[in-house]
């Protein structure tokens, strides 16, 4: 069903309302028989996206809200969440920065709810990887990430004015003749202290 504009060839074109056979409902701009411009476009499932379609795609700068509580307010390229966005997470978790192909990916900060610590550093395809800080309520770690886990040098530095300067190394799993057929665990990588010192102006960034 639709009610709205149409050009002269008949197709839609301006502003419209349908709904599609699927139970979906659309509101918004046309061009050319396709959802083009602003639009509110309700899936039958209780999403909603509120913002720029161009050819049928999400594209520009919308608002979508997903049926389990989460949202996503931002950039969009052909569909995906690209460019810069923030996601309020179902968990209460948000996330605020930079995205591509609908993952975390670049510079963004990742705020826990239950423990209100602050992941803020690189991504990569959604993964925390690259340097970055882990901002605790007291205390906080500088240093690198690799797929999601410290790794390398970095320090934690401690509000009472001191920093744990020392390095993540990633344990070998000790292999036992009888278990060959068992998968290896992977094990957390493992904090090993250098020195503390006062308060110095080390980054990540001085190794490179």
């Known amino acids: 069903e639709y009610e709205g504009g149409r050009n002269s060839e008949g197709q839609r074109h301006g502003f419209g309302k349908a709904r599609l056979p699927n139970g979906d409902t659309y509101e918004g701009e046309y061009e050319h028989g396709l959802r083009s411009g602003q639009g509110t476009y309700r899936f039958k499932n209780g999403a909603i996206y509120t913002g720029t379609y161009l050819q049928n795609k999400k594209h520009g700068k919308g608002v979508f809200f997903y049926p389990d509580g989460s949202k996503y307010a931002g950039d969009w390229v052909h569909d995906q969440r690209q460019g810069y966005g923030e996601y309020l997470y179902a968990n209460g978790d948000t996330y605020t920065g930079e995205w591509a192909n609908n993952k ?20 990569v395809n959604g993964i925390q990887d690259g340097p970055a800080e882990l901002i605790h309520l007291n205390h906080r770690f500088k240093g690198r990430f690799l797929s999601g886990k410290p ?58």
């Open 104 to 123: 975390r990916h670049g510079q963004g900060t990742y705020v826990y709810k239950d423990t209100g610590s602050k992941y803020v550093g690189c991504w």
């Open 151 to 208: 790794l390398g040098r970095g320090k934690f530095i401690f509000d009472i004015g001191c920093e744990q300067h020392g390095e993540y190394i990633q344990p070998v799993q000790e292999k036992e003749e009888e278990e060959e057929a068992e998968s290896p665990l992977t094990l957390e990588p493992v904090w090993k202290i250098s020195e503390i010192t006062t308060l110095t102006p080390w980054s990540p960034h001085d190794e490179e």
